[in-house]
């Protein structure tokens, strides 16, 4: 487990991301070390939360937790402290960890992507394709951003690098039709899972949301259970904005897990605590650059060590259950 040449797997990659530079992330076995829980020290934990967007609502519900752990605990020292923000950090994010299940049906799995333009659903499209391809299941794609005819480009090459047929029509084609085309091929064609993609930029946002409406009920009408997940796409690296995204779209369309992009580009995974203090929605994946495997699951103990730069060859932590 330490052989030093080993290349570290996603989460590990995560901490080295979240923990570089001064303040981007809560690096917490660092500046913790020798230091007890007084009044300095939780003023600069909350600083460091709310430099990581957690927000102000998930860091005051995070520090009122703390001390509440801390006082039950029998120190007040370091690894006190670790423990009980570990902990507390676990218990929020572990209820959020829901792993999209593709489950066996007769028509095809369906899985629409939404979310602002540039957060990352046509590149998170490509990621799921690679994944799911692996998982031995057959993928089609559907463009139904036909906002842009770069948008249709931009997937179907996604579609080439992974060998997974893409239906597309032309621009400013009715996405919703788009879809029910790819749903109606792909069950012809016994696929397993249909990644839709949609526009995140109408002409306003009431119009986006109204079409994003539409393309459910129409996707609804070719099986009940259709869309089976509506996956909200948010840039981590846009701190509180994506919790303002957040509440919008599934305000509007009821958003059945999220995945968070960017978490190598400025994002500083303190959003995800943020989110997951106001929605009860899960996190499905995470998405850190650019390439085809620059994603994985939400792991929710794996998130926590790698936004407190807990190590897992250090055991000194009490592991309590929580
Ligand atoms: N660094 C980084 N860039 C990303 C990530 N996900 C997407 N991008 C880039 O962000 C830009 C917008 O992504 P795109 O998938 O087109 O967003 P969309 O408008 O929501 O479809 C593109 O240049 C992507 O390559 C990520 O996790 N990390
Ligand atoms: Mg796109």
Redesign the pocket.
């Known amino acids: 487990m330490t052989s030093g040449d080993k290349k570290p797997g996603f989460f590990g990659r995560l901490k080295q991301r979240l923990n570089k530079g001064r303040g981007s992330g809560i690096g917490a076995l660092t500046w913790l070390s020798g230091r007890k829980l007084d009044e300095e020290l939780e003023e600069e934990l909350e600083e460091r939360l709310l430099l990581a967007d957690a927000g102000v609502d998930a860091t005051e519900r995070i520090m009122e937790g703390l001390r509440a752990r801390v006082k039950r605990s029998s120190g007040r020292d370091a690894d006190a402290v670790l423990t009980a923000l570990r902990d507390e950090l676990r218990e929020l994010l572990r209820p959020k960890a829901q792993p999209l299940p593709v489950a066996d049906s007769d028509g095809p799995f369906v899985i629409l992507?939404i979310?602002?333009?540039?957060?990352?659903?046509?590149?998170?499209?490509?990621k799921l394709a690679n994944h799911y391809k692996q998982q031995g299941l057959s993928v089609m794609l559907a463009a139904g951003?036909t906002y842009r005819a770069a948008?249709t480009e931009?997937l179907q090459a996604w579609g080439e690098r992974n060998g997974v047929p893409v239906i597309a029509q032309q621009q400013g084609a009715d996405p919703a039709a788009v879809i029910f085309d790819a749903l109606e091929t792909a069950r012809a064609q016994k696929i397993d899972v249909v990644l839709a993609?949609t526009a995140?930029r109408l002409q306003n946002q009431e119009g986006l949301m109204r079409e994003l409406q539409k393309v459910v009920r129409v996707a609804g009408k070719f099986d009940a259970a259709a869309p089976h997940e509506i996956m909200l796409?948010l840039?981590s690296s846009l701190g509180q904005n994506a919790l303002v995204q957040a509440k919008q779209f599934s305000a509007a369309v009821g958003v059945t897990g999220i995945t968070l992009?960017?978490?190598?580009?400025g994002?500083r995974g303190g959003i995800l605590l943020a989110i997951a203090n106001e929605l009860e929605i899960p996190f499905r994946f995470l998405?850190?650059?650019?390439q085809a495997d620059?994603?994985a699951a939400f792991e929710a103990d794996k998130f926590v060590d790698a936004l407190l730069e807990l190590d897992d060859t250090r055991q000194g932590l009490n592991e309590q259950a929580t």
């Open positions: 992507m979310g602002v333009n540039g957060s990352g659903k046509t590149t998170t499209i490509g951003d948008a931009q993609d995140g796409v840039d992009t960017k978490l190598d580009g994002g998405g850190m650059g650019e620059d994603m």
